[in-house]
């Protein structure tokens, strides 16, 4: 495994408070990705040096900081990149599940390192890359095991948080990862004490698991720790609901399979939430058994549900307009022998054009989680074809920078067929070369085409050309998904 090298930035800011007289070493999950062999997505200092007189260090540097932090966090701005530091500290009883009542300042890195959550998180690294575990976090990263520094009662006493990050980091860390074994019976004799937590910060911690590649894992971790009923409680209600011949699974690991192939494929937050909540509504519309079953209107129900759901997690108003209306539609009948352009430009106008390829992928998620061998058939490709197709602009005359009363005013004429041969003669000569599509050279061919003798055959020939144009352009838009 090659451990990265930490970056000029970390490494200035560490030796500058180290010439200070001061310890500093890098901590948390940059410590951990490190170790991994995984480049850290941020890189945290934690110092012995209080908030005052890490300013002055940088401050005699002439580097930049900022100082708006409770917790005695500092921002550098080294190279064009912020670094936290942050000074050492202990922390008192938890008040609200989340915030300490009060924090001291200490000298000693192990005490900060005490007060975090995992032990693959409470290690500490100083600029030589010797690194200080005094939790066997070292062991559980070569174990694969998310497992809380010391007491998990107490960790999750205070921040009820933690439970839902502990699955979080079981999924975001990759394959083969669990949690361990006291921490999970913890999460589940704790589970009730995530109802102090906001749900903005449930919420933030549900999007970054289902974000992960083992985004089923964590869905299924959230149901067997007992989280997910304070989290999404509609979820379950599709556990054991059987679905009829077309289904192989119940609804839901059907909707669990559906976000697997979002993950696998790396589909995007919008996909992915629709593809976990598509069928949300199929056991409230259940009629019926056994294969026969019917789940009338089930997408307008999940439509409903969803955002209801979403509305509770408080997520941004045009995140839930687009996840409800990928719900809505998700279900939209296409047959390529019977469904026609104008049925096309409905589904188009309802969903949003911006909105069609993410619709697409979410019926490549259902059929994939409904157990089809295959997630885009000729069908589906045909459809995404006619999509961009009537989505563009029509070839028309339209297109050009004259128009018939150009026309009539330039050659002093009154209504007639001169008018219609004249401007197919030029969308002809425009679509051969765009660049003449310019209203003082459209003009002057006016004028020359209304000398014309032989205008008919001029015409004739131009309406062929741009058949053939057409044609060719249609062809370019079939072979684009694999239609011919």
């Known amino acids: 495994m090659i451990k990265k090298e930490m970056p000029q930035y970390v490494l200035i800011g560490l030796n500058s408070l180290k010439t200070a007289g001061f310890s500093a070493f890098v901590v948390g999950g940059a410590v951990r990705d490190h170790l991994l062999g995984k480049t850290p997505q941020d890189w945290d200092i934690a110092t012995n040096a209080k908030p005052e007189e890490i300013i002055k260090v940088f401050d005699a540097l002439n580097m930049k900081t900022l100082y708006e932090n409770e917790f005695g966090t500092v921002t550098i701005f080294i190279q064009g990149k912020a670094l936290e530091i942050t000074t050492f500290?202990?922390?008192?009883?938890?008040?609200?599940?989340?915030?300490?009542?009060?924090?001291?300042?200490?000298?000693?890195?192990?005490?900060?390192?005490?007060?975090?959550?995992?032990?693959?998180?409470?290690?500490?690294?100083?600029?030589?890359?010797?690194?200080?575990?005094?939790?066997?976090?070292?062991?559980?990263?070569?174990?694969?095991?998310?497992?809380?520094?010391?007491?998990?009662?107490?960790?999750?006493?205070?921040?009820?948080?933690?439970?839902?990050?502990?699955?979080?980091?079981?999924?975001?860390?990759?394959?083969?990862?669990?949690?361990?074994?006291?921490?999970?019976?913890?999460?589940?004799?704790?589970?009730?004490?995530?109802?102090?937590?906001?749900?903005?910060?449930?919420?933030?911690?549900?999007?970054?698991?289902?974000?992960?590649?083992?985004?089923?894992?964590?869905?299924?971790?959230?149901?067997?720790?007992?989280?997910?009923?304070?989290?999404?409680?509609?979820?379950?209600?599709?556990?054991?609901?059987?679905?009829?011949?077309?289904?192989?699974?119940?609804?839901?690991?059907?909707?669990?399979?559906?976000?697997?192939?979002?993950?696998?494929?790396?589909?995007?937050?919008?996909?992915?939430?629709?593809?976990?909540?598509?069928?949300?509504?199929?056991?409230?519309?259940?009629?019926?058994?056994?294969?026969?079953?019917?789940?009338?209107?089930?997408?307008?129900?999940?439509?409903?549900?969803?955002?209801?759901?979403?509305?509770?997690?408080?997520?941004?108003?045009?995140?839930?307009?687009?996840?409800?209306?990928?719900?809505?539609?998700?279900?939209?009948?296409?047959?390529?022998?019977?469904?026609?352009?104008?049925?096309?430009?409905r589904l188009v106008k309802n969903v949003g054009l911006e909105n069609m390829d993410d619709l697409i992928k979410l019926r490549m998620c259902d059929r994939i989680g409904s157990g089809c061998p295959k997630a885009e058939p000729y069908k589906l490709r045909h459809l995404q074809y006619l999509i961009e197709k009537v989505s563009k602009d029509p070839i028309s005359v339209k297109m050009l920078k004259v128009n018939g009363k150009d026309v009539m005013d330039i050659l002093e004429i009154k209504p007639s067929y001169k008018i219609g041969f004249i401007l197919d003669i030029l969308l002809a000569e425009v679509l051969e070369d765009p660049g003449k599509n310019k209203k003082e050279y459209l003009k002057k061919r006016i004028e020359e085409l209304g000398k014309e003798k032989e205008l008919k055959t001029i015409f004739e020939k131009a309406k062929k050309e741009i058949k053939t144009i057409v044609s060719k352009k249609d062809k370019m838009t079939k072979e684009k998904y694999w239609l011919v």
């Open 89 to 345: 500290r202990v922390e008192g009883n938890y008040i609200d599940k989340r915030h300490p009542e009060l924090i001291k300042w200490t000298d000693k890195i192990e005490e900060d390192l005490k007060r975090r959550d995992f032990t693959v998180n409470a290690m500490a690294m100083s600029d030589d890359y010797k690194v200080l575990d005094l939790f066997d976090g070292k062991k559980d990263l070569k174990a694969k095991i998310i497992k809380t520094v010391n007491s998990p009662d107490q960790r999750f006493e205070e921040d009820a948080l933690r439970m839902i990050r502990a699955i979080r980091f079981a999924c975001e860390l990759g394959a083969g990862w669990k949690i361990d074994k006291e921490t999970f019976k913890s999460i589940q004799k704790n589970k009730s004490l995530l109802k102090e937590v906001s749900n903005e910060r449930i919420r933030d911690e549900f999007i970054k698991i289902v974000m992960s590649k083992e985004a089923k894992k964590g869905i299924l971790l959230l149901k067997e720790t007992g989280l997910l009923c304070y989290i999404v409680p509609e979820l379950e209600l599709g556990y054991g609901c059987l679905q009829n011949k077309h289904h192989i699974y119940d609804v839901f690991e059907h909707n669990l399979e559906s976000l697997d192939f979002g993950a696998r494929k790396g589909f995007n937050m919008y996909v992915r939430l629709a593809a976990l909540l598509h069928d949300i509504g199929k056991p409230k519309t259940k009629v019926g058994t056994g294969e026969e079953a019917t789940f009338y209107n089930h997408e307008i129900v999940g439509a409903h549900m969803t955002q209801k759901i979403l509305e509770r997690l408080k997520f941004p108003k045009k995140d839930i307009e687009k996840i409800v209306n990928l719900v809505r539609y998700h279900l939209f009948y296409y047959n390529v022998d019977e469904v026609t352009e104008s049925s096309v430009r």
